[in-house]
């Protein structure tokens, strides 16, 4: 058994090691809109499995990821940029004095956006554990929206609608796959020990949970702590990496991408909400085209804004109806099933090579 | 001496409907005693007051010592009153061991810090609550099944299950809801004698409702009756079945299969 | 303000809490049958206007005959997504039949973005919804009371048909118990069809009213009002009739006054109605006139 997990380990080691050496090579060489699908990615895998580990696995259908999101988002902002930035955009109004003249480094800017989303995430566990299913959905979808409209109005904080330009461009892969790796690892360790069964067993049945001495208070705030704290921190990424953050970069249509994608993924599978997120950020580029005008021969297709949604929405509703499970179901990506598949493999290719008569199961 | 669990003139109504009238009655430790009465009567609903679902609207609770009325569920789960539900209601993403081991995690020290950096003090902490599991299981004779979905298992093996999960918090007393609902005959007596063993084995306090007479007739020293929430009888299994007013209560249900 | 003015606001208000309270009925009928919050009934409202406009002035239809086709098109859309995006998913847990209600949505704004064009387009009213009443000396502009008169219209149309028809009654009965109704002989499927229908109908109006009171409509009109009429229903009560329409007046009048008392606040509307939604469903869920019971152990 020790054998398997230092295995494993090593496995985990190299696969880290090969990844950062991917990501350098990414940096040193890919062209810019490249390396913003490639940090897009990173960003929206946060955000997926942050939805899993409040969803699939703690079974709150919180939609407030778009909230936390922005509280992460314009913190970081308003920490990074320049005090001769901050003159330049709040024209209107100038921004409250505490804040003009502070820049911070990068990631303690983002480490507190992650703080602050945190704090209000804590918040609203409360109110949320009084609530079922749809109406803590429609809840906290209210939330989002009010966090939003607030940061619309907040015009010495937030320079209201105009938002903010010009944001330093920090968010490099190293940062934004780093947060990712660093939110797959808490979250997959939170969920695979005890903590992580007590919220499965509150996801399952929460009344039975409570009978069985496990606090819905401590391990539902639990959840949206640790979720609100890497939304946060996706925020912050976000905004340093598209550089121009306003409120309408968090509708409530965020967070349905953020629900679709964690969907198609899998519920319950962290997984399955990588890769679905993956999927989703670079589809989302690969078919931008679908969305302008283009020739195909002779057949001239008009500019169809909108149809990339259209597609996206479609595909959701077939998921849902259809194929509930998503990509991945409950399963986990681990070491010993993908060995035992390729063994498998393995075996079957050299069973096919010799010709005896095996009798086949 | 104080007995371990001690109600007094316990009341429950929900709105104009008395669901519990002046229910009052005391366990030591180590009984095993059933309630029984028919559909209706306010079996559930003693439990669900004793163990911190229902908050009751008069009367006191006290279990060693200490008033429970009203408290919250997990709380009094940590005292040591655990339950077990008339619908089996097993976890079904997880599987059987892992089922058990949701029942370890109340006494769990170590926080959700240590556990996600897997320090030395939770990973002992967890070593020992899936020895401990494991050891339950088989006791339990359901070891066998460790990896297979709780819902997949066949209906005895997922009532004991449940049972299980329950003793797991290492209660001092247990309270079963009908656990023979949906048995024949031969599995009924099965799951007594389990309840029988369980109850030397774990040093436990068992406060059994059921719903057919003749399984606790057979086994339960103590047996009280109640109808439209109150008691109406109370004593050893002879002195009930004679008992005119308990035969009237269950007049036209008669024997349950 | 002026006695005038302060009239003025009034009926604004009352046609305004018509318009959300034709919306809301759609949300409570729904809800009091199947639970599920039908997220993509505001844009039901949106496709009554547009089918309204493109009937109107591709087909050149006069509107006594181009509205209520609108309606019946609208109608048959909600029928359409009730069949294929919600019916299979009955006996799945509720918050999957929520998402599914919101893909509905993000589509049919999607679709209507793609096929009609972001832009806002002109919406044509009819020529006597222009004219100018003057009721109890304030000058009122008679598609405002043309609203109300409608809306008032078409309640009594519905309160008849819940009360005094079979299918009616099939709809109180399925909102109580629907296991037991169903089990009683009631064609489930179909009676839930017709509530639909009836629903997304008083959503089209509702829908065709507020192009005429806002002429210009987009693909996502429907959004705002939706979730305000959302709003009006869980405060009058989700899952009763009654609640919808006096939650709906409400909601409207108190829009409009507290931007009329209040003007500075006008940016705020719109967390305003958050908040009043987040601290109903916190503290009095069963809002004003409540029926839908809590879960029980």
Redesign the interface.
């Known amino acids: 058994m020790k054998k398997i997990i230092t295995r494993n380990r090593i496995l985990t080691l190299a696969a880290l090691i090969l990844l950062g050496g991917l990501l350098a090579l990414a940096e040193g060489n890919l062209d810019p809109y490249k390396l913003r699908v490639l940090n897009l990615c990173a960003i929206f895998t946060i955000f997926a499995v942050t939805f899993n580990l409040i969803y699939g696995f703690t079974g709150q259908f919180s939609l407030g990821h778009a909230g936390f999101a922005a509280i992460g988002a314009y913190a970081a902002a308003l920490l990074t940029m320049t005090p001769e930035q901050k003159v330049a955009n709040f024209f209107l109004q100038p921004i409250v004095p505490l804040l003009a003249d502070i820049q911070w480094p990068f990631l303690p800017a983002m480490l507190l956006g992650g703080i602050l989303a945190a704090i209000v995430g804590f918040l609203v566990g409360f109110p949320a554990l009084r609530l079922r299913s749809d109406y803590l959905a429609i809840a906290t979808l209210g939330f989002g929206e009010i966090v939003r409209v607030l940061f619309v109005n907040w015009q010495s904080i937030t320079n209201g609608s105009l938002g903010l330009k010009g944001i330093p461009e920090h968010t490099n892969l190293y940062w934004s796959w780093g947060a990712a790796a660093a939110t797959v690892f808490i979250v997959k360790r939170l969920v695979d020990s005890s903590y992580g069964r007590a919220l499965k067993a509150v996801r399952d049945d929460d009344i039975v949970a409570e009978a069985l001495g496990i606090s819905l208070a401590y391990h539902k705030v639990l959840s949206f702590t640790v979720s609100s704290f890497f939304v946060g921190i996706a925020g912050a990424l976000l905004a340093n990496l598209i550089s121009t953050i306003d409120p309408k970069v968090f509708l409530f249509f965020l967070t349905y991408q953020v629900v679709g994608i964690t969907v198609m993924g899998g519920m319950s599978s962290i997984t399955g909400s990588v890769i679905a997120a993956c999927l989703y950020t670079v589809f989302l580029e690969l078919l931008r085209p679908l969305e302008m005008s283009f020739s195909l021969g002779p057949i001239h297709v008009p500019p169809l804004p909108g149809m990339r949604m259209v597609i996206f929405s479609a595909l959701l509703l077939a998921v849902i109806l259809f194929y509930r499970q998503g990509l991945m179901g409950r399963r986990e990506f681990s070491w010993d099933g993908l060995i035992g598949k390729l063994n498998g493999l393995r075996l079957r290719l050299g069973r096919r090579e010799s010709s005896s008569d095996e009798v086949s199961s | 001496m104080t007995a371990l669990l001690e109600i007094d003139a316990l009341t429950k109504k929900f709105g104009g409907l008395v669901a519990v009238n002046e229910f009052s009655t005391r366990l030591e430790a180590g009984e095993l005693c059933a309630l029984i009465g028919p559909n209706g009567s306010g079996k559930t609903t003693i439990f669900?007051l004793i163990?911190?679902?229902y908050r009751p609207t008069s009367g006191s609770i006290h279990f060693d010592g200490a008033e429970i009325g009203g408290e919250?569920?997990?709380l009094i789960?940590?005292r040591g009153i655990?339950?077990t539900?008339q619908n089996i209601?097993l976890?079904?993403?997880?599987d059987v061991l892992?089922n058990v081991?949701?029942?370890?995690?109340?006494?769990?020290k170590a926080g959700?810090f240590a556990?996600?950096?897997?320090m030395p003090g939770?990973v002992r902490?967890?070593q020992m609550?899936v020895a401990q599991a494991q050891e339950l299981l088989e006791a339990l004779e359901l070891d066998h099944l460790i990896h297979e979905d709780a819902t997949s298992l066949p209906y005895g093996q997922q009532r004991k299950l449940e049972i299980a999960?329950?003793l797991?918090?290492k209660p001092r007393l247990l309270l079963l809801d009908e656990p023979a609902a949906g048995m024949n005959p031969e599995e009924s007596n099965d799951l007594m004698r389990f309840i029988l063993h369980i109850l030397e084995t774990f040093e436990l306090t068992v406060f059994l409702i059921e719903h057919q007479m003749r399984v606790v007739m057979g086994i339960c020293p103590r047996i009280i009756v109640i109808d439209h929430g109150e008691i109406i009888a109370e004593g050893p299994p002879e002195a009930i079945q004679t008992n005119q007013r308990v035969i009237e209560a269950y007049l036209g249900v008669g024997e349950h299969a | 303000m002026t006695f005038e003015l302060f009239i003025q606001h009034l009926f604004n208000g009352i046609s305004l809490g018509s318009l959300y309270a034709l919306i809301a009925i759609g949300y409570t009928m729904v809800y009091g049958i199947l639970r599920l919050i039908n997220f993509a009934h505001g844009d039901i409202v949106m496709v009554a206007a547009y089918a309204a406009f493109y009937l109107g002035g591709m087909f050149v239809l006069p509107w006594y005959l181009g509205f209520p086709l609108a309606i019946l098109v609208t109608a048959l859309v909600g029928v359409i997504i009730e069949r294929s995006a919600y019916k299979p998913l009955r006996n799945v847990p509720r918050i999957q039949l929520f998402t599914s209600a919101v893909a509905v949505s993000f589509l049919l704004e999607n679709l209507g973005i793609v096929v009609f064009g972001g832009r806002p387009k002109a919406f044509a009213r009819p020529a006597f919804t222009d004219a100018v009443l003057e009721i109890a000396g304030a000058k009122v502009l008679s598609y405002t009371f043309l609203i109300i008169v409608t809306a008032i219209l078409l309640f009594s149309a519905l309160s008849l048909i819940v009360h005094r028809t079979k299918v009616g009654i099939a709809m109180r009965a399925l909102s109580r118990d629907i296991e037991t109704t169903g089990l009683m002989g009631v064609d489930t499927d179909t009676v839930i069809t017709i509530a639909f229908a009836m629903g997304s109908a008083l959503a089209a109006a509702g829908g065709i009213l507020w192009a005429i009171k806002f002429p210009q409509i987009n693909p996502l009109m429907g959004v705002l009002p939706g979730l305000k009429a959302f709003i009006a229903a869980v405060l009058g009560g989700i899952g009763n009739i009654t609640g919808a329409m006096i939650g709906g007046f409400l909601l409207g009048v108190a829009e409009i006054m507290i931007v009329a008392f209040f003007p500075e606040f006008a940016g705020y509307r719109d967390a305003f109605a958050y908040t009043i939604l987040i601290l109903l469903l916190l503290f009095k869920p069963t809002g004003i006139m409540g029926e839908v019971e809590p879960e029980k152990v």
């Open positions: 669900n163990t911190g679902i919250r569920p997990d789960a940590k655990a339950r539900f209601r976890f079904e993403g997880l892992n081991l949701v029942g370890y995690h109340l006494r769990l959700p556990a996600v950096l897997r939770y902490e967890e609550m999960r329950a797991a918090t």
